[in-house]
């Protein structure tokens, strides 16, 4: 079932858990996030990050998640990630997304919240939830980045307390010692941070780059304030090792071969984060 942001994160602060926030950029991955989530019979959030627009345009795959949330077994929050821009915030939102995601955290910060306070009118009016972003979480999805990119870009805490009363967002994306992509070295998070952004603003925040962190220091920030952690590049990165393998064992003619063993593999590496969410 559709549901908004707010009602999965609810369910995360009931139990004093997380929710896994999947980027679903096309139908093989969208289908082994849905169905790891149908298995735990966990509530989940499916995204479309706008830098994936290049992949696959939002017009094409938006409807089909909206249409797949509607009919899952559990509630499914569909949301947009990163969105850079009001114009295609209106779009996701056009489309029926139950959240959206605005970063303005490269701007200056009255920039920024001027154009979150922009986006939130635009996301109630439609009756969707909003997530926002201070403080810099460096890197992309896909790329590899050591932690020297990231030590001027943490969250400060009071300006965060600031920024979450001045725009009305219903959560927070702090950067607190992850980068989006890869890592080259051991992630080293500032687990007193989140404790006190927490404390500060007291609303649910956001761990973006959650893959490579530890299964210890994943379930110390979540139990340190962490309700949603976004994860997609070792979940991707599964469905490529499993294809690999998959040719190297044995001549393949067809591709829809190729993306059954794709989507196995990455609807196990859910199951695996969403247990590591669930504090199991």
Do not use: W
């Amino acid at each position: 079932m559709l549901v908004n942001m707010n009602q999965v994160l609810q369910y995360a602060e009931d139990r004093r858990c997380c929710i896994g926030a999947f980027d679903t950029p096309n139908l093989e991955i969208l289908m082994a996030v849905l169905g790891a989530a149908e298995k735990r019979n966990e509530p989940v959030i499916i995204q479309h990050a706008q830098l994936h627009e290049c992949e696959t345009s939002i017009d094409v795959i938006g409807p089909i998640m909206v249409r797949m949330a509607k009919d899952a077994q559990v509630p499914v929050c569909v949301m947009l990630d990163h969105g850079e821009d009001i114009e295609y915030v209106k779009r996701a939102l056009d489309i029926g997304f139950s959240a959206v995601m605005y970063d303005g955290s490269s701007l200056s910060y009255e920039e920024n919240v001027r154009m979150t306070k922009e986006v939130v009118a635009l996301a109630k009016a439609a009756g969707a939830d909003v997530e926002a972003e201070i403080g810099i979480v460096t890197g992309h999805e896909g790329r590899e980045f050591g932690l020297k990119e990231v030590s001027e870009a943490y969250t400060d805490p009071d300006l965060a307390a600031r920024y979450v009363k001045d725009t009305g967002i219903d959560a927070l994306a702090a950067s607190v010692g992850t980068v989006h992509g890869f890592y080259t070295t051991k992630p080293n998070l500032d687990f007193e941070r989140i404790v006190k952004i927490r404390e500060l603003t007291g609303i649910p925040l956001v761990m973006h780059g959650g893959s490579g962190i530890s299964v210890e220091d994943t379930q110390k920030a979540i139990r340190c304030g962490i309700r949603k952690i976004n994860y997609f590049s070792y979940m991707s990165n599964a469905g490529v090792k499993a294809v690999k393998k998959l040719l190297e064992e044995k001549e393949v003619k067809y591709f829809h071969d190729l993306a059954k063993a794709a989507v196995d593999a990455m609807e196990a590496d859910v199951l695996k984060a969403m247990a590591m969410f669930a504090l199991e």
